[in-house]
């Protein structure tokens, strides 16, 4: 219709293409006029005069709405095209912000889409107003993952959408419509809120609630059939997310949550348990991005809060956990320490088998601790009484992978256990594995100790995919498709697991103990290079760099949109996280930091090696 470089109305060049429908063409265009770019929606020509009037209907129904999660409206023009402007949004589909995993960062980006997208609903139900068509392709992301609902098409005001269901009219998209709307029934906001539960359960789960050979064979699935419970699918989410998303698809309107308002408080709620269940696990989530939500707000000098001094610090690769109100620190003298984060009381000592090899992992009032030589055992909390001990297991480290966790072990064995140290399944490797399981998108990565960098399904341990990198002895972190292979000679690779092809490399000319972190599509990794880069994620290249006092073994962590980093000289720096500016730097003590610091509430919690422990804030 449009080419690159054509004027529309004298005032809109087009770029290029976005999509297209049966009623009109979707061109990305400059507006000459405020010189911005925008999205063009155009009516193709020779349209009935019934496709017209949607059109129209569109238009209109788009005017009437300001609310941040609905896109806005520029311009109308109804001369030789008619078409209108709009707000561009290039950032993807709804979707794209799972399959849910509990890493703190993606966990955010979820729960914050989700509630805005239920409050757009209910804002839009409040007006009288039924959108009819809600699906992944319109819930449109930003560049920074904020979601705007678009595409108002088959949007009815609720008085009359009676007359046009007794029509049969049924327009939508099989996979996401309701049962009322595909057997023609009349239609309202819990149409709205039944589609908003297929969109939730595809994006948590990455499949779609029901499939078929055929639309008609979908809509019966909607009507009649039995829907799996999400958790089923994606055993990662909460039992109370994959509960609301049910409620959302029952198949009686009156079933489902009464408004899109009544929706966003439940996810509110929802997302203050999960958020909590987060920094349960070191290295924020099993994938071991080393970001966190929490961690001190303020932007000056970090003061201490407190300070003790134990026998014996956590050696690498072992660290600190956070859960129930208590801080678990592993030692290298054998043994647990629990610490009250307030004050830094100490609560409880428990022997261990050995020194504390990997941060404590806490699931459902049960404490995971890995030893120096391989010993297994789970304590109940908060009697800290050994449920179950395993010393020929051999472990290396645990990720939690719901309610169960999955280990890699020395033997060259990865097997996944229940909190009853019960056995779901085992996998056996080429050559032992050194390497810290991570999880992500259901699929557990590690590298064994001949360079072989190996993918498995979670659901069943069957082997994915496998790839040969080099000796690698820190865990691997994920982020969504992208997978970050540290070799301890000091080369970052970025693994894109779609194509199964390193995207980038990058040479940080110094051994490499930690992973990096990864946030807001930047990853900051820093070496015995004595060197902290901040690297753009998709690229691999520089976005800033900022000189270190000593090498660093400790993984950074980002928290709050601040980089700290712990050397093997005692320093703590802190850097923004956008910019790389130094906000400070302490001697915590003369002693190495081989744990990450771990954000607790708003402080940050540093040990090392020789049992400092300090709070700052």
Partial sequence: MFQPGDLVDQRYQVLGPLGHGGMAYVFKAQDQHLDRNVALKILRPHLTEADSERFRREIRALAQLRHPGIVSIYDLGLGDEVYFAMELI???????????????????????????????????????????????????????????????????????????????????????????QATGDETGAATDLYAFGAVLYRTVTGEVPFEADNDQAVLYQHVYGSLTNPKEINPAISDALSELVVSLLEKDPQGRPSSGYAVAETLRAIYETVRVKATHVALGGPGRTSSFIA???????????????????????AGMSYARGFLFVGLRNDALAVLHPSNGQLHATFPMADEVSTPPLFLRDRLLITSRDGTLQCLDWPSGTVRWRDESADVVGAAPYGDEFIITTGRGTVVRLDLDGEETWSAEVSAAIRTVPAVQQGTVYFVSEDGWFHALEATTGRSKYRAEIGPVVAPTACQGEL??????????????TTSHEVLWSYDLEGELWSPPVV???????????????????????????????????????????????????????????????????????????????????????????????????
Avoid at 171 to 176: A, D, K
Avoid at 483 to 496: I, K, N, Q, S
């Fill in 90 to 180: 290039e950032g993807g589909t709804f979707t794209d912000l799972g399959p849910l995993e509990p890493d703190s960062e993606l966990l955010d980006r979820f729960f914050r889409g989700a509630i805005t997208v239920a409050e757009a609903l209910g804002y839009v139900h409040n007006l009288g107003m039924v959108h009819r068509d809600l699906t992944p392709r319109n819930i449109l992301l930003s560049n920074v993952f904020h979601p705007k609902v678009m595409d108002f098409g088959l949007v009815q005001l609720t008085e009359t959408s009676r007359e046009l269901t007794k029509t049969g009219f049924t327009l939508g998209t099989p996979q996401y419509m309701a049962p009322e």
């Fill in 483 to 496: 997978v970050l292979l540290p070799e301890r000679a000091g080369a970052l690779h970025c693994f894109d």
């Fill in 295 to 317: 961690g001190p707000t303020s932007s000056g000098a970090l003061r201490r809060q407190w300070q003790i001094a134990l026998d014996a610090g956590p050696q690498w690769p």
């Fill in 519 to 617: 946030w807001h599509q930047r990853l900051f990794v820093a070496s015995w290079g004595q060197v902290l880069h901040c690297l753009s994620l998709r690229t691999g290249d520089d976005l800033w760099t900022q000189p270190l006092p000593g090498q660093v073994t400790a993984p950074p962590v980002v928290a709050a949109g601040k980089v700290y980093v712990a050397t093997e000289g005692g320093d703590l720096l802190a850097f923004e996280a956008r910019t790389g500016r130094l906000l400070d730097q302490l001697q915590v003590a003369h002693a190495a930091i081989q744990a990450p610091p771990l954000p607790v509430g708003d402080s940050l919690v540093v040990a090392t090696i020789d049992g400092v422990i300090s709070s700052y804030r």
